[in-house]
């Protein structure tokens, strides 16, 4: 039989790898969305030599303008999810995170990876606090449709992860 100091201790340790598995997912939502930008800013650039330097016709021209429209938007987009998840990973390095009792009530779409057929992905998921009755829209992984979870999550990206089953 384990003394409670030793299963403290397990608990802890388990803690601190699911907060170092979920810095590193910040980190990945960081430089996917840094990507994007970065993308998006090549595409805004070379449309604006193009209209500068280039004489096109007027159809052209609204075409370019509409690249830089949407290009532009990306772009701010993007800065916003990085600005954001840049909060939540200082938070998590400072120890500021919500956690919540929560079970998995809704999602909008269920997907299944090719690779592993019993891995079932959520998209447009939603928790209900358990103390709260407050519904709360996170993103979790390796979650179950109808079960309560321990769940540790980011306030800005709302990006979490389940540290136990209830």
């Known amino acids: 039989m384990q003394s409670t100091y030793q299963t403290k201790k397990k608990d802890g340790l388990k803690l601190m790898v699911k907060l170092e598995l979920l810095k590193l997912k ?11 930008g970065l993308a998006s800013l090549v595409v ?12 096109n ?12 429209g949407f290009s532009s938007l990306l772009f701010i987009f993007s800065m916003y ?3 954001g998840t840049v909060l939540d990973l200082n938070g998590l390095k ?4 919500i956690k919540i009792k929560a079970k998995f009530i809704k999602y909008s779409r269920q997907s299944v990876d090719p690779k ?10 939603i928790f209900i606090n358990l103390e709260t009755k407050e519904e709360e829209p996170l993103i979790v992984t390796d979650v179950i449709h109808n079960e309560s979870y321990l769940i540790i999550y980011c306030k ?4 979490g992860i389940a540290i136990e089953t209830l």
């Open 44 to 55: 805004l650039g070379f449309t604006i030599w193009d209209l500068l330097n280039a004489a």
């Open 26 to 36: 910040l980190k990945s939502r960081i430089r996917y969305s840094l990507m994007v």
């Open 116 to 125: 592993n057929p019993k891995q079932i992905s959520y998209t447009g998921q």
């Open 156 to 159: 800005h990206s709302r990006l």
């Open 57 to 68: 016709d007027q159809s052209l021209v609204i075409f370019d303008w509409v690249i830089i």
């Open 81 to 83: 999810i990085v600005g």
């Open 94 to 97: 400072k120890d500021i995170y």
